[in-house]
């Protein structure tokens, strides 16, 4: 993928987006097509030739090797703090991360142990390819997350993350729901199909 997307090249993207998730005619944003999974937005990447991405949130790495394995040429930043948290101890934390280490040891990934606001001031503007944002769940942060991680995102890149949903403590619905709103997207995603979605978009400036 060019780096120096138009937006007039927009449609074109579009229309990819909507052959992979299967959007069908008449649908209403969020659309939320026939083949809208999370493992379909880790092949779209691929497809549409992403290669440099970051994961808000990593855990155990689980999600980072399915995107690692979708894409061989992608380049990953990898950021969690692994800080304890709730039921969380340091110990379980750290575990989680020397998991996550391991798991991805064979792709090209940057572990980042930051975290999310701080390890975003390393990187530039307009230089990620996609963002897939999966950190604090609370309205605060996840908001403060979508309005910092978009602006590293190119245009003709994708801004994505997961948890579209009501689980507990998540402020991710109400988030997106503002951000989506107070910036004027009219055309965005949501994998519906998952038992947790996802919900993304294309960059337009």
């Not at 604090?136 to 994505?160: M, Y």
């Not at 998952?194 to 294309?202: E, I, R």
Request: proline letters at 3%; aromatic letters at 10%; glycine letters at 6%.
């Amino acid at each position: 993928m060019a780096e120096d997307t138009r937006v007039d090249d927009m449609p074109s993207l579009e229309r990819i987006v909507w052959h992979k998730l299967r959007v069908k005619r008449g649908d209403k944003a969020p659309y939320c097509g026939f083949g809208a999974t999370r493992d379909a937005l880790a092949e779209l990447f691929a497809e549409l030739g992403y290669t440099l991405g970051a994961e808000i949130g990593v855990c155990r790495g689980h999600y980072s090797e399915t995107l690692c394995k979708k894409n061989p040429r992608l380049k990953l930043l990898c950021v969690d703090p692994w800080a304890p948290y709730a039921l969380r101890t340091e110990q379980v934390q750290q575990a989680h991360c020397d998991e996550a280490t391991a798991r991805l040891a064979k792709y090209d990934v940057t572990i980042i142990k930051k975290a999310s606001m701080e390890a975003v001031k390393d990187v530039a503007d307009g230089s990620l390819d996609f963002v897939y944002i999966d950190a604090d769940h609370l309205f605060e942060s996840v908001i403060l997350d979508i309005i910092h991680w978009s602006r590293k995102v190119r245009v003709g890149g994708i801004v994505s993350g997961h948890d579209y949903c009501c689980d507990y403590q998540s402020g991710v619905m109400a988030a997106v729901d503002a951000y989506v709103k107070g910036t004027g997207i009219q055309t965005w995603y949501v994998t519906i199909h998952d038992h947790s979605p996802s919900w993304l978009w294309l960059k337009r400036r």
